[in-house]
């Protein structure tokens, strides 16, 4: 690889492996931000986050309400941007950012969480979002690297192949199991995080 390739004027953003890094890094970016912002949280902020989540895993199992379109929302919304955005130059900054800011999202609620359930906080956290990280991580960053892509070549949705085209397909049913597992097994994953 040659030096210049570096430059952002001659960046060649074909290699597939060299995109889903880059996009790894800006997500780590993300997650390092989130971290920060949510170690800045106010005592009575995490309190208030305490209070909701010992109520939230004191309901019977009945009356806890799994938000089935917020939860498809929060696995779905990054990956459909990103998708959204392929068809033209705006996506070259703005796959980057969603990468980003998806990794601000999960780390600021998972730092918040341990942060205000103390010692069992980390469990908690890794109950509350630990499936949501690791189904819609991979799947934001191959959707991502293909949506990046297709936006440095200026080609959209058309140019897919049938590979990239089947990616897709298997990360947006991934996703939809993943949100289906969280609606299902996440309140169960949290009530037993905070009981132990």
Known sequence: MKLGALSMGSMRLS???RRVW???ISTLGGILLGAFLASRCHRDELDALQAYITAYCGLSAGSRTCGGLGTALAYFRVPLLMLAVSFCGLGIAAVPL????EGVSLSYAAVSFSAAMGKPGVVLALAAFGVRGAVL???MLYAGGTAWRLAYERKGLAALSGRDLRGILICFAALALGAILECSL???LMTLALAG
């Open 15 to 17: 290699s597939g492996g």
């Open 98 to 101: 969603l990468t980003a800011w």
């Open 22 to 24: 880059l996009l790894g």
């Open 137 to 139: 991580l991979p799947c």
């Open 186 to 188: 996440t309140p169960r």
